[in-house]
């Protein structure tokens, strides 16, 4: 049994940040967030309490090397709400985010991040920062943790050498 090469993968998502209630922005908008946390609520990963309001939607996971198509899956609710979303901002004092979470694997091939002409309509007509949180995933990394990893370490390794015998 060979080892597969790890595949990059990616989530989008747009956040709202501020001071508000989350239910009466999801009243607001008419969407049903991916996740929501008020002023005060238990954070069950750290056992303290938020100290800021989060509203997070269109959590988007289906990778696609060309990030634009998941950014547009992400906002494709939130296009005809620009200027609920524009009035909200005011009333709020809010702030948007689009957020890209990538990690890439070697040997892959590296993802277009480019937002497209509808993407930056978005962004600028909503006031929405555009951001992406970038991570690789060092192979010798995957080995020194010894965590099962080594058929892919092995897999690496002999890709490795086969692009060098092809190269010379």
């Known amino acids: 049994m060979s080892a597969k090469i790890p595949h990059n993968e990616c989530y989008t998502y747009f956040a709202i940040d501020g001071n508000f209630d989350p239910e009466l922005i999801t009243?607001?908008?008419?969407?049903?967030?991916?996740?929501?946390?008020?002023?005060?609520?238990?954070?069950?990963?750290?056992?303290?309490?938020?100290?800021?309001p989060v509203w997070q939607y269109g959590m988007y996971r289906k990778y696609d090397n060309c990030i634009n198509n998941m950014l547009m899956k992400t906002i494709e609710d939130l296009l005809p709400k620009v200027e609920l979303l524009q009035s909200l901002k005011a009333e709020f004092d809010l702030k948007y985010f689009l957020r890209v979470?990538?990690?890439?694997y070697p040997y892959n091939v590296s993802p277009d991040l480019s937002p497209g002409a509808e993407v930056i309509s978005f962004l600028y007509h909503t006031g929405t920062q555009f951001s992406v949180d970038h991570y690789c995933q060092d192979p010798f990394e995957v080995k020194r943790e010894?965590?099962?990893m080594e058929e892919i370490w092995e897999a690496l390794k002999?890709?490795?050498k086969a692009n060098q015998k092809n190269n010379s």
Do not use: A, C, F
Not at 28 to 45: A, E, F, K
Not at 101 to 104: E, I, P
């Open 27 to 52: 009243k607001r908008l008419g969407l049903r967030p991916s996740y929501t946390h008020r002023i005060g609520d238990q954070d069950t990963r750290l056992g303290n309490e938020y100290i800021w």
């Open 101 to 104: 979470v990538l990690t890439v």
């Open 146 to 148: 010894g965590n099962g």
């Open 158 to 160: 002999m890709h490795n």
